[in-house]
C-alpha cells in the first residue's frame, strides 16, 4: 500500500471521527440514535484496500473513538471490533471489483457484522446498558441508518482512493509491477 493510500486513510478517519462527535452526535434523529461515520469509514476502506491495511485502519479507528471524550465505554472494546471487521471485510475486495451491488452488498454485511459484534462484545465485557429491550430498540435504527449513508460513504472512499492512485509519482516498490512514473 502506498504511502498515500495510508495518508488518505489516516484522513478518512480523522474526518469521520470528527463529523461523528461534532456533528452526528447532535442530530435529532428519531430515536435518539445516529449512524456510525467511523464503522461505515473503516468498512469502505477495507473494501477498497485489503484486510492488512483495513484491520490497521479499524485498530487505528477505534483506539481513537474509543479515546474520544464522550465515550462511556471500556478502552479497547471499538477497536477490537473495527480491527476484526477492517480484516474480514479486506477479505472479500478482490471479489467485489466488477459490481457495484456486490459491493454495497459486503457494506452492509460489515456494518451489520461491526455493529452486531460491538454489542456481542459489550456483554461479554459486562456492560450494563446490553440488555435485551435496548438492544431491540437501538439496533435497528442504528442500522437503518447506517445503511442509508452506507452507498453515499463508499462511493466517496472508492472515489478517493482511485483518484489517490491516479495521482502516484515514482516507484512504489511494495507493489511488485510498478514502473517510475513522473
Known amino acids: 500500500m502506498s ?48 484486510p492488512l491495511p483495513g484491520s490497521v485502519t479499524g485498530f487505528a479507528a477505534g483506539l481513537a473513538a474509543d479515546l474520544a471524550p ?3 465505554h471500556t478502552i479497547g472494546r471499538y477497536a477490537l471490533v473495527l480491527c476484526l471487521v477492517g480484516y474480514l471485510c479486506g477479505l472479500v475486495q478482490d471479489d467485489l471489483k466488477d459490481s457495484a451491488n456486490l459491493a454495497f452488498l459486503a457494506m452492509v454485511v460489515g456494518v451489520t457484522g461491526g455493529s452486531l459484534l460491538y454489542v456481542g ?42 483518484r489517490v492512485d491516479q495521482h502516484r509519482v515514482g516507484y512504489d516498490f511494495w507493489e511488485p509491477g510498478n514502473r517510475y512514473r513522473r
Open 121 to 162: 462484545v459489550g456483554a461479554v465485557l459486562g456492560d450494563l446498558r446490553v440488555t435485551w429491550p435496548a438492544v431491540t430498540r437501538v439496533l435497528p435504527l442504528s442500522l437503518l441508518y447506517d445503511f442509508v449513508l452506507s452507498p453515499f460513504v463508499l462511493y466517496v472512499v472508492t472515489w478517493l482512493v482511485r
Open 70 to 72: 464522550p465515550a462511556d
Open 3 to 50: 504511502a498515500r493510500r495510508k495518508l488518505l486513510g489516516a484522513a478518512l478517519v480523522a474526518a469521520a471521527l470528527v463529523g461523528q462527535v461534532t456533528l452526528v452526535a447532535r442530530l435529532p434523529l428519531p430515536g435518539g440514535v445516529t449512524p456510525d461515520l467511523v464503522l461505515l469509514v473503516v468498512v469502505a476502506f477495507a473494501l477498497t484496500n485489503g
